[in-house]
């Protein structure tokens, strides 16, 4: 894929920068010292979820594949690296000729994670893995986040459809990335055109405050949108009076009106006034939109309302209360020497004071049990038990270098849909507890 | 300035996109009505600053200048806008020849703003300047509450250096943006090579666990990342057994070792002993850089504590706790017809609920004490009174659509330093409280 391919609003011709500095001295380090080369494995987890969530969403898959990808050393970065003597000549070198050449492996997107879980394994040289830490954690922390946030908001909305709202609220382009991760979560459409460009999302919006503000009349302003956008629009009515607005919205547009947005107030009883003046008026196939400041809390509380769609904004896009997932990147495993067929020893930081993680390569499995609900997310090393074979959950998704794994945004969209169906049913529950299944770790025999 | 000149690691083409599509639907219901060339005010305010927090730091204004002078609907974005049926030939017509022509003014970048402070002002036709709510805020909403986190650190930290290494904890390009608003708020060197790329702030990093774990013992390690960047390099010291790296450490690059890091552990306790241990062996000008999850609250717990610098991710680049300012991009005012002598009325949504606004174009000013402490944030309508008229604090950025205001980070960054040491001393306290002054509204004469 040519990076034009990544396509607008933003053409990244590298995603080498987005990279911490001490990945290029520990590489230049290793080269110096003849280690660069040991193969070496290493896993993307996290050592707990956000405080009281019940699982995970892994999200952003397809965007670490599109930047492992386009993980180049140009002319333009080798410049930049030099003139600030970041590293020596001989990694320049190295540098100029990167392409990721190794495996990985990863849950695919869409599955739910749990602590402990080998979210995203990275194979190949020391050298070639170890630059992919920051844009790999960057893309799955972030977008992970979201879609955990968009998925407890979509259990909590039923068969109501959400919209995605909140490109105000974050980074112009992480919000790209959250209309991508809350679809995946469970959202139908979003208000952020880069996203429909970009993903191909449904877009959908009609007018603000200001459309009315702008207009000598309330009324002005819904005879200037419905000429504009026709009778099945929605209505925006709370400027002034709520009431009035409604009954001016259903003159104007006529009993056919599409939806009207409610953006403040006491949503629970504004929507029910709401809904009965509609009805009088003979507005009965008309929508009720609510779009003020919801989370999933606020979400469910709107359940027994005659509401038909929420759009949700701040809460979406700073994962409602969990910005950001824990997910490291660790070495786990590496080869004794670089010779190709020494084999691979586990490795794992140890001090005290927590922080601790398994070392050796991965598998992992979700048990279930008799009713074929998930039980347990079993991860070990070595052999992986019969039993739990054809229930594995990785899948290979880089290899030799090679994207393999590729594809359409709903197929990941309904995979989180039968994931979260296959988990117990108080993974829907919005009260705080503990992951809704437990880790179970397997040592087996080979080690790594 | 050209697109290109934007900067790696991301060229972008345009900003058109960074958009919610009712901008578009709304600019088209206004060019039918045959108001979409009133003259219009919009303003960018916030009506609270984050639960506890004293003042808000303005950040992005650089960014929304890049933003503003990049938005182009060039063919490809019309193409889509147009196959989505998102808007009518007629508006894509409008959209093709689209720069804003308009004035901006604002606070300038690394002031503090307040509840209510008009934080940036645009005013051109409503057409040109409803367009830009959507990447005006997601700019400043993003970069705002970062620089207001890592003002709050920086305050923490007194002299003592602060580095941004958050990057692997947000979106990839949301870090680049991070690291600079963490440079304006106070920090000195960020871990994210794009942001050294893209706005030339100091880089820094040496190593990981990782690197210590591919070599077969600690001393290789040590010796591998000593030979390859010298003894006034950081070495990592708690892999293991922090002590027994300590030695070690001095052991193979000498008592000139420049700094150890530690990233796990009661820092306090560990820093103390480290130091005993460092100075015992000589290396007493061996620094200590702490980096585990560290906020302002435990920047400020390690004040007595032996540690030269602090490394922070995760809760800088969440904005410690208040990822996103909650500023919104209102009509104040608008003509009430598009003859160019018209005059301004003064628009304000009215319903109850909460969301309401102050109608009208507004000034600002700071108001000072006898000892020329900040007292109040003064916003008016109308005539700026004599005594405030030299306390103004909008200033002109982008004038008939020329940007006229850009400026190096380092002022931005000495003006947030200048305009904090202005505010009373409380401002700096970590404790919650409300807003370190009142903001105080003047009503004018000419109301608009």
Known sequence: MSTADLGLPVDVPSTAL????????????????GTAGRRS???VFTRRLPNGRRYGVVAGTGRVLDAVENFRFDEGVLHFLRERRIVDDRTLEWLAGYRFSGDIWGYPEGEVYFPGSPIMRVEG????CVLLETVILSILNHDSAIAAAASRMSSAAGDRPLIEMGARRTHELAAVAAARAAYVGGFSSTSDLAAGFRYNIPTVGTSAHAFTLLHDSERDAFRAQVDSLGGGTTLLVDTYDVAEAVRT???????????VRIDSGDLLLVAHRVRQQLDELGATGTKI??????DEYAIASLAAAPVDAYGVGTQLVTGSGHPTASMVYKLVARAAST??????????????GGKTSVGGRKWAARRLDAYGVAEAEVVGTGEVPAELADRQLLVPLVEGGEV????????????HAAARAGLPLSATQLSRGEPVIPTEYVHGGSGS
């Open 41 to 43: 494995v290493f896993e």
């Open 125 to 128: 040289s020391f050298a070639e």
């Open 289 to 294: 939109l609510v779009t003020s400041d919801l």
């Open 404 to 415: 393999i794994a590729r594809e359409p945004l709903d197929v990941v969209r309904d995979r």
């Open 18 to 33: 987005f990279t911490d500095q001490y990945e290029l001295t520990m590489l230049q380090g290793a080269l110096r010292a």
């Open 339 to 352: 010779d190709p067929r020494a084999p691979l020893v586990p490795v794992a930081k140890k001090s005290t």
């Open 249 to 259: 919205a259903v003159e104007v547009a006529g009993p056919e009106l599409g939806a």
